[in-house]
Structure formats: structure tokens, C-alpha cells
């Protein structure tokens, strides 16, 4: 294995260090994030940062699994976890999905309210953790890619609770700020029981990291598996839009700040030679919407909201409703990949290639350099550098339909190929479970 210069320093915390230190922090700032959560009334989710979750009684037999993945892109993995757990688990099973963001738990009530129960996942304060391991009493703690919340952690080794890091990740850009934290880190990793990586090189991070080596596999990208890709059944199709099966359709998902000014600019270029185009840009924050929407008006653009009901009656959709971005990719003739025509490292490019949609993307993909790596030498995905490249790119894909159908089914080969990856992420749970 590659040996990594020793740059964790004898003055990072232990565990110890990181327990007093949160433990300050809890009786500083919980009355302060107590009295700002009450104002806005957000009661309920403060009770559950604090680990007041329902009560849960453990029945012999019947199995409770844990889950819990940071915001909106780990609650897909989620999802597809527990539906393949449920083809291999009595009926019985329950789970306990958990999210730090609002929009990762709307998804999750919305898709899996029938057979878990979606919370808000304790702060990482001392105590409260505990609290929420003893209300819920799960037989293991999932925690989906690179999710290392050291009191939680300690409080399931203390419960004798075996805790799963599944499509365990650690990028090049944070591996160094994880090396400064090794000593603890070790510690922490010391007790759990597994670590499901996604790549050896993450699989070699992670074991320079501290992690036992007789805990660390590779599974694969779960992401990039075509089974927990494209999501929910279409909640809507081309006739509910309003538009004609030839009426060509540009869909832009995660769309950070002020990225929607070049997307105009490529969409009316585009538009010159293909006047029935139509954009649908989905936000990555919500909150950013109404500013989207003054720079799309100030381009001259028509535009509506999603939730304010269809057909389509501009040529500009703005898509503020959670859970449906990855399945309306399958109505796309072209797919644009946002974060990366501005410095935000991208976003995930490979839930289109699940749909055989061409895809196009600037050039800030840090964060996800491998995916756009198996995409462009696949010929699925093409790299603009600014709005001028991006409408011409666009124009090209409209102008040869053949080609763009080319490049979506050379997407989605290059994604069987990593087929099987959630499986295995599923049977290291399971594997958990029979211990």
C-alpha cells in the first residue's frame, strides 16, 4: 500500500479531547439553538437533534436497521438499501432512516413513510446519541459514505451496537483535513465493525486514516448502480408537461448560485436554431429560487414553478418540488450537471447515464472527478468550459439525435458494468445482522 506522509500532528485531540470539547459546546450553545429553533417553530426537530425520538420496542425475530445518510444525494443510496433488505429480511423489518437535512427527510416520508420512520438525526453532543440508540434499539447503525460522528459511534460500541460505513468515501480534496484528525479518527474507527468502500484508493485513504484492516473491503459505487439511479415511477410524462413527444427538452439539475446566468445565455443560443426548446432547471437549495428566477426574468425568459401546477405555459420550469429531478431525467433529451460552471465540484452525473441521456457539464467536477472520468471516456458525457461551449455542445446534440442516443446507451454500458455494487454494500449489512 502507498505510504502517505505523516501529517497529523501530536497536539490533535483524542477522543477525550473531542468529548470535552463537544460536551463545552452542548452547554454553551443548546440553550441558544434551542431558543432560535422554538422561534421558528421547529420544536419537533430540536426535540429530535436531542435524541427524543418515538420508542421503538425491540421484538425477538424481527430485525431494526438504522440507516443514516447526511442530506438528499445519501437518501437516494438509502432508498435502495432498504428495498433490497426487504426482499431478504421478514416482512416485519423495520428501519429507522435518518437525515441532517429538511429536504433529505421530505424525501425520505415521502418515499419510505410506509415502512420506516424518518428523523431528524441527533447532533453529535454528548448524550444525545445515546438518547436516540436507546429510544430506537437497533440491532446495527448504518451509516452511508463518509458519515464519522465520533460520540454516536462511541455510543453504539457502548450499547454493543455494530456500526457499517456503506459506500464508504474519502475524497482527494478532504483526505488531507482527515489526516490532521488521525489520532482520533483511529480511535474511533477501532470500534466499528466494518468499512464497505466504494474504490481501493478509498479503501486505501481510509486504512491510512486508522481503520483495522481486517474491517475494509470494496464494494463499488452504489451510486453509479443502475438500480438505485433513476429513482421513483414518473410522477408525470411528457403530455403532463404539455409538450409534444418531439418537442426537444433540456433538463439542468443542482443548479448552484448564479449558475442559471450562463445556462440562459446557452438555452437562447440554443433556442435560435430550436425555438420549441424547453429548460427545466432544478435548484440544488430552494431557498436560492426566487433569485434564479430574477436573473432567468432578467434574461427574457418566461418561467413557472413546478408547484404551482402544469402544463408548461413558458419556456423555462423552475423544479421546487422534492423527490422527482431523477426520474423526469428519463423524459431529457440532454442533461446539464450542475456545481461545475461555477467552483462547486460538481454534482453526481451518473443518476442521467442511468437514463441513457448525453450529459454536459463544466469544468469544475472535483468532487467527483471518477464519475466524470468513466462518463467522458465512455463518450457519454462532454466537459464546456462557459455558455458559448455549452449551447454550441447543445445545439450539436439536438441537431444529431443519433449521436446523442449514442452517447446516453454508452452511459448506461459503462454503468452495468458497475452493476452488483449495492448488492454487496446490502449483503455487508446482512452479514452484520447474522453476527
Known sequence: MKSFPDISSPGIPSYGHYRALTLALKGLGAPFLWAGMHAAGQGKRYQQLRGKLPFLEKKEGRPHIWIHGASLGEAGVTESLVQQLRGLLPKDIHFTLSSCTKTGITMLEKRLSAVATPVFAPMDLPGWPEAALKSRQPDIMVFVETEIWPNWIKACADLNIPVLMVNGRISPRSFPRYMKLRPLLREIFSKMSGFSMISDKDAERILELGAPPEKVWVCGNAK?????????????????????????????GSIRKNEEIPLAQAFIRAREEFPDLHMILAPRHLKRLEGMEKNITRAGLGHQRRSRGLPLRHPVLFLDTMGELRSLYALADVVFCGGSLVPAGGQNILEAAAWAKPILFGPSMEDFSEEKNLLTEAGAAFETQDAEALGQKLCFLLRFPEKAREAGEAGLSALKKNQGALSCHTHAIMRLLKK
Open 224 to 252: 453509479r448502480d443502475p438500480f438505485s439511479l433513476t429513482g421513483a415511477p414518473l410522477s408525470i410524462d411528457r403530455a403532463g408537461l404539455g409538450l409534444r413527444e418531439d418537442t426537444p427538452l433540456w433538463i439542468c
